[in-house]
């Protein structure tokens, strides 16, 4: 029997491989498989990423993944067992809801281990139908979570024993998310195209537009500095005519900030909007659990100070007074006192802070340390693993609570 007859394979089942952030940790991910020796293989809808996939090393199989026809399942299980059975594949690593639905039965089905990525804490989801939907996330041999507060929340909300629990934080992109990569004709496009000014810094806030993600505590932090020397950017998916997008707009008319707020859509070159930043804030609300830090990380790969809201997985998306400032929810005081500690900084210790924010990225959220975390969780679980070409990494587990 060659050795390639007996490499064990890896089923990764995604919705989609369009461009994107969790998409490109898959693809890495798929990439180092490949590299390693393993057999690798992904299902998903397609998309732009297919091609650098299959390029790669990685075998492809189109599903539509997100659909919840009864016909549609019925045929991705299909589907899906038959690419486990080709590709020899001994474990299927499912990375939503959706998928997890096909690939559980597709696994038990085939006798292939199963794992399940929980990428957010998934608001709403604590009774109910919906929590039901979001507990085949919780059958997983073994369950991946981008943050302690993630795992913690799964233990407690789906009974999982931490035991089975693995904490794979997202990775970045560092290659695009690099400040030496950066050219100045970005910037000065979107620049001209938000029409910022020259004469103020820029604070950004990015991300959803929706209550709870501290758009409204920035409007009451800028009222209370004495400081008008920079303007908030609000960047996110701006629909005139949503009620909190509306009710923003009143409040920024009302409170007499309208000359130094700006709101704007159209991230297509997140890059250049943290380099033009000057600051980055997320100030999340108490209740806002489910909030992304990749926003966050994002930003200090780009060398940028952040202050974020201590909910959440933001609360371990920052080194406090090294890269940037933890806020307790809703402490208006404290998130203005930070603004003006933040903007006061000069240009050598803002340095200083960059190098620190871009050091830790790199060591805790790149694609690459992704990856080998995650074929680290799949070694536990698949005989005659590959062996990794560089020392395995270690992953983080949930702490277990010591019974007196």
């Known amino acids: 029997m060659s050795i390639s007859a007996i490499r064990p394979g890896i089923l990764q089942v995604v919705p989609s491989l369009e461009e994107g952030t969790a998409a490109r940790a898959i693809l890495a991910t798929a990439k180092l498989l490949a590299a390693e020796g393993w057999r690798s293989c992904v299902a998903s809808a397609g998309g732009p990423l297919v091609r650098e996939l299959v390029a790669h090393g990685s075998a492809h199989v189109t599903a539509s993944i997100e659909s919840s026809n009864p016909l549609t399942l019925s045929t991705n299980l299909a589907k899906l067992v038959k690419a486990i059975r080709e590709h020899k594949v001994e474990l299927?690593?499912?990375?939503?809801?959706?998928?997890?639905?096909?690939?559980?039965?597709?696994?038990?089905?085939?006798?292939?281990?199963?794992?399940?990525?929980?990428?957010?804490?998934?608001?709403?989801?604590?009774?109910?139908?919906k929590k039901r939907y979001n507990a085949v996330l919780a059958q997983g041999a073994r369950i991946?979570?981008?943050?302690?507060?993630?795992?913690?929340?799964?233990?407690?909300?789906?009974?999982?024993?931490?035991?089975?629990?693995?904490?794979?934080?997202?990775?970045?992109?560092?290659?695009?998310?690099?400040?030496?990569?950066?050219?100045?004709?970005?910037?000065?496009?979107?620049?001209?195209?938000?029409?910022?000014?020259l004469e103020r810094r820029i604070v950004l806030l990015p991300g959803r537009v929706v209550r709870g993600r501290g758009h409204l505590a920035m409007l009451d932090a800028m009222q209370r500095l004495a400081r008008d020397d920079f303007v908030l950017l609000i960047l996110g998916d701006l629909d005139p005519a949503d009620a909190y997008v509306r009710e923003l707009e009143s409040r920024v008319r009302s409170s007499g900030l309208a000359k130094r707020v700006h709101f704007a859509s159209?991230?297509?070159?997140?890059?250049?909007?943290?380099?033009?930043?000057?600051?980055?804030?997320?100030?999340?609300?108490?209740?806002?659990?489910d909030v992304d830090a990749v926003p966050a990380i994002e930003a200090q790969a780009m060398g940028k100070p952040v202050i974020l809201g201590n909910v959440g997985a933001l609360g371990e998306a920052v080194l406090p007074a090294a890269t940037g400032w933890l806020v307790a929810p809703g402490d208006i005081d404290e998130l203005a006192w930070s603004l003006d500690r933040a903007l006061a900084m000069e240009k050598p210790t803002l340095e200083r802070l960059a190098e620190r924010a871009r050091s830790f990225v790199m060591r805790e959220y790149s694609t690459?340390?992704?990856?080998?975390?995650?074929?680290?969780?799949?070694?536990?679980?698949?005989?005659?693993?590959?062996?990794?070409n560089l020392p395995e990494p270690v992953v983080e587990r949930l702490a277990i609570p010591q019974v007196d």
């Not at 890059?271 to 209740?287: I, N, S």
């Not at 340390?369 to 590959?386: D, F, G, H, K, W």
């Open 368 to 388: 690459e340390q992704s990856a080998r975390r995650t074929i680290a969780v799949y070694r536990e679980l698949v005989r005659n693993a590959p062996r990794p």
């Open 144 to 197: 991946i979570a981008n943050s302690e507060y993630l795992a913690e929340h799964i233990s407690k909300t789906y009974d999982v024993e931490p035991a089975r629990l693995r904490i794979v934080r997202q990775g970045i992109d560092l290659e695009a998310y690099d400040p030496a990569k950066m050219r100045g004709h970005r910037m000065a496009k979107l620049h001209e195209r938000w029409q910022l000014g």
């Open 266 to 289: 159209g991230g297509d070159d997140l890059p250049a909007a943290y380099a033009l930043a000057d600051l980055v804030v997320m100030p999340a609300a108490a209740d806002a659990t």
């Open 92 to 129: 299927v690593h499912a990375h939503s809801r959706a998928a997890a639905w096909s690939a559980s039965f597709a696994a038990r089905r085939a006798g292939a281990a199963f794992v399940t990525s929980f990428e957010t804490a998934y608001a709403g989801g604590e009774g109910g139908l």
